[in-house]
């Protein structure tokens, strides 16, 4: 009954030509969707009428609905095209968006700046915050709209938008300046309300400086790195910020995250590495799906969360001859916390010791007992069998009961485990005194084959990371001080692979 009244709604905006505008009411228009497999019901053109150089003006947005809405509300996500774009056109080039609107995340709305702009530093005479303000009142006339949780995105001179809707307005509760940063006029003020900022730049950017100074349409602009920090201290957030190394696609990222923050809100500042004025950061990289996690992250009014995760392995899962917060698993639960609200409680617990071989592990789990509520566990185990000169077969037997005992821990679902390969230890200054390194790589292959196998046969979620500790004699800095094990930036690399999976099983 719920999706029947929804869609009722959606038939009474689109097809019908209600929802008027406001000031003053005007008729909705109806367009022919773009691309061509959109239905009407999923995207309506309606207009605000503006006063602009003494002028009334219909000013024209776009809403795109859920293909098959099934909630009674919904959050609200602005998108800001760059200058000389359009509300369309921006829909119609990021069908990632329109995937997630499908999804039922949230609802987008896609307006058009004037003369193809938006007034961040005089570009017109439109007051687009005005604008902004006048689409959102007119959405509060209908309870499809979550008017309590509105975000905003925007490119470029669309990013400038955004920064100064959040710093003269409560409108709202996050946002996403992509490829342009504060300028210093909005540096200097101070906002009402505390939101959450999720911004990005590029390092080779020629229209927005990253480092500050005269950029696009005459601003002078803060460096990227300042505009954060203005923010952070705006919100009296921890600017000591976690620093992560991330990869996006192919390009390496350079993130800085400034926790603790008022009403438990944060700002992301990511650094792209030979990027210049684009938002199309690499192949694979689903930029607004990381955006909507980090908006969702931050939202107050969610309860807070307890997240468990173990981690069973030797002594690749406890990071021998590394810091304590080196290894893969508190490494894992760093980034996590990044990615959760500050309210959130994150755990590990780590069953793993240097030489355990399967049977060392499944004997420890008897003692220990772990508890069978986690939400995430992570199972490396093997390379003590091979290195001990065990029989394969043994592993074999011993690597399904870990499995299995790995399941129960998070309570039966199988989708929360998540299988790490073997590392290959042959490529080590320590062992290149061993004759035998090409049977070592042979036996470690053979053993990651059966897992790899066993867990595609049950539908489970294996994760290669060998490829990894192969790199270990060209690239000196994966190789521990011992010369025997993997360092932090090995286990950071193998966190880059997990992590997306980890928030996927989490969520």
């Known amino acids: ?4 009244v929804l869609m009722f709604s959606l038939c009474l905006l689109t097809a019908c030509g209600g929802g008027g505008s406001s000031p003053p009411m005007l008729p909705a228009a109806v367009v022919d969707s773009s691309p061509a497999e959109q239905s009407v019901a999923t995207l309506e053109q309606k207009t605000i009428t503006q006063t602009i150089d003494g002028q009334p003006v219909d000013r024209p947005f776009l809403i795109r609905y859920p293909e098959n809405p099934s909630e009674d509300n919904y959050p609200v996500v602005f998108f800001f095209h760059g200058a000389g774009g359009t ?15 499908d999804d039922g995340k949230f609802i987008g709305i896609f307006p058009d700046g004037y003369q193809n702009s938006w007034n961040v530093s005089n570009e017109t005479n439109a007051d687009d915050v005005e604008f902004v303000s006048l689409i959102i009142s007119d959405l509060d006339g209908s309870g499809l709209f979550d008017v309590n949780k509105i975000y905003g995105i925007g490119i470029s001179n669309g990013a400038g938008l955004v920064n100064r809707i959040a710093k003269e307005t409560t409108l709202f509760s996050a946002i996403a300046p992509i490829i342009s940063q504060q300028t210093v006029t909005l540096g200097g003020i101070v906002p009402s309300r505390a939101i959450s900022v999720f911004q990005v730049n590029g390092t080779d950017d020629n229209v927005v400086p990253v480092n500050g100074g005269s950029g696009a349409a005459n601003s002078t602009f803060m460096s990227a790195q300042a505009s954060a920090e203005n923010w952070a201290s705006n919100f009296n957030c921890n600017m000591t910020p976690i620093i992560q190394d991330k990869i996006w696609g192919t390009g390496a990222v350079k993130q800085y995250t400034f926790g603790s923050c008022i009403n438990n809100q944060k700002v992301k ?4 590495e030979g990027a210049g004025h684009s938002a199309d950061f690499g192949e694979g990289v689903e930029l607004y799906e990381i955006i909507w996690s980090f908006f969702t992250s931050t939202d107050a009014d969610l309860p807070a969360r307890n997240i468990k995760i173990l981690s069973l392995g ?8 590394v810091c304590d917060t080196c290894s893969f698993p508190e490494q894992l639960k760093t980034r996590l916390e990044a990615e959760y609200s500050e309210q959130d409680e994150i755990s590990l617990q780590v069953i793993a010791k240097t030489s355990w071989t399967t049977t060392d592990l499944k004997d420890a789990i008897i003692s220990e007992e772990p508890l069978n509520d986690f939400d995430l566990v992570t199972l490396l185990i093997g390379v003590n069998n091979q290195s001990q000169g065990n029989s394969v077969s043994v592993y074999e037997t011993e690597f399904v009961e870990l499995v299995n005992s790995a399941i129960s821990f998070v309570g039966g679902d199988a989708t929360k485990l998540v299988i790490v390969s073997i590392p290959d230890y042959a490529f080590t200054p320590f062992a290149q005194n061993f004759t035998n390194r090409q049977a070592i790589s042979a036996d470690i292959d053979l053993y990651n084959a059966y897992a790899e196998e066993y867990a595609e046969d049950n539908g489970l979620t294996y994760v290669y990371i060998t490829d990894i500790t192969r790199e270990g004699l060209d690239n000196p800095s994966l190789v521990a001080p011992d010369g025997l094990h993997l360092s ?3 286990y950071a690399k193998f966190v880059e692979r997990l992590l997306p999976l980890a928030l996927e099983k989490i969520d």
């Open 1 to 4: 009954m719920k999706k029947l």
């Open 87 to 101: 509300g369309e056109g921006w829909l119609n080039n990021n069908g990632d968006v329109s995937s997630l609107i």
């Open 488 to 490: 932090e930036l090995a």
């Open 269 to 272: 500042y990511s650094l792209v």
């Open 314 to 321: 030797d002594s690749y899962t406890i990071g021998e001859s």
